[in-house]
């Protein structure tokens, strides 16, 4: 059990190194001088002076070697600092913070719905394999899997916001903002968890607890529901964890189409303005985020059920 | 010494044969899914792959006085807001789309498979580390490695498919290892051990025949993925660029002109929707078809 944390654990930390060195560097290796990039964005005067862009790269550092910037920058990253974005002159960690509030929402809104539409379909369709439910879910979820959610937005849109004029068509206001693209987000997660669903429910009527509690005499319906779902959906809360640590970042066409100021659009508007502090502390908190929310429910996984990873073991 | 000597030989028959039969039972029973499936591919590859001798106007062609026209004889689409013909630029504009996906799809399927069946075979701290890897990549979206790749060095072929592909090849190489790990404990296996064939031989000889059905049912499936993907980073405008046409560009042009003239969201849309429906649709016959022949042979 420890060894299997620790494990986890260490190869968690050598990955969030490599991200960060990655996600330092690479920005500032694009050619482009930062120093020149954000007095221009200060100042609309292509012709710079050179001393002027000089004393800025000493201020920010930039004439140091790589290794000794990195080095300042992970020290700093790891109080919460990431710097001051070039384009809005604001700390890039509060940005993000503010960011990640709206993705998260979005993203548990998406899920949510999406494992109360999968959880019954997914069940349903288990009951009467090559049944008419079963028939109708797996084409249900070829078809959303098939779906660009690019191409959902817009003719949701069109249909809630322009036609019918119930529904906002972009901007985070309110609640009413967040049903649009929670929708388009949801299409896929739905597909796979209500596979996922049908395919550990499959285990579970198979089991050997399900017979026994039909034995005992209780109805089909009631040994599903009593002992099956509680084992069915634990494959399902490891997929959810897997898409939530995906959407967190995932969902920028999304974001940029409903003008949602999340991380996606956040990650999407540094590299137009290449705000290269931005892109860092943005890939950083993206990428990292996701490794390190997988490790969480790698590691909760084994604890919760040991159980499964001898039943599993094939 | 006789019968170990055997005994081996008889099952390396055994699999040949059932391999054999295998292959016949998926011709012959080939899933409605992989039929429909197939038909549309090939109907939408010819539809790409032809598209310059198809395409009824010049895709390019301006025309600003018969702009957002809706479908007529002449233009069957319509035309766009610069007066180009929609269905010339849906024809030619999914080259970069398709060819993209694929080519990612490709290297990802041969990296991520040798990757998984080498670390499937060494087993220990290697396997260990792989899989590690694979475990804390497989949630990373590739959308953001591409949008981070792109926005460093610029939209190229190169970085689109390198970036895609850093992240693509971790369910290739989760799904050949566990693929990997069935086999390894096979008789023929371990009579290629103890006569001590090389490595290399028990790999592409051995494990890699048995790996592939599965891997290519599911490359299927993640080709559509990847269109969709490529599609919607085109449509950020970090794809094609402008005044050549592209699938997921045609998307975002026609955004502003969503009330005018829905049809020029719609199509191009819808072609990216048939196109990786009739992918997944295939992988999904294959799959089927794999399980049915599985539940069979047991």
Known sequence: MWKVATQRVTILVVMLFIVSVVAFCLPLMSGGDPARTILLSRVSDLNLAPEAVEALRRELGLDRPLAAQYLAWLGSALQGDLGYSFATRQPVAAEIARALGVSITLALSALGVALLVALPLGTAAAMRPGGKVDGFTTL???????????????????????????????GWQNWQSVILPAMALMLRPMAYFTQVTRAAMRDVLEAPYITAARARGL???????????????LPVVTFFALWFAGLLGGSVVIEVIFAIPGMGRLLYEAVVNRDVPMLQGGFVAIVGLSIVINTIADVLYVVINPAMRGSHGH | MDTRMTAPRASLQDARSSRLADAYAFVASRHWTFKVGSALLVLVLAMVFFAPWLAPYDPGALNLISRLRPPSAEHWLGTDHLGRDVLSRLLVGGQFTVTISAITVVISLVLGTLIGVIAGRAGGLLDEVAMRVVDLLISVPDVVVAIFLIGIFGPSYFTLIFSLTLVGWTPYARLARALTKEVNSREYIRAAEVLGMKRSFVIFRHIIPNTIRPIAAVSFLRFGHKLITVGGLSYLGLGVQPPNPDWGLMLAEAQPYLERAPLLMIAPGAVIFLAALSVTWIGHGMEIERRGARVAGQ
């Open chain 1, 140 to 170: 249900l979820i070829q078809t959303l899997v098939a779906t660009p959610e690019y191409w959902f937005a817009p003719v949701s849109i069109l249909v809630f916001a322009i036609w019918l004029g119930i529904l906002p068509s972009a």
């Open chain 1, 219 to 233: 109805s089909m319906n009631q040994a599903v529901v009593h002992h099956g779902v509680r084992n069915g959906s």
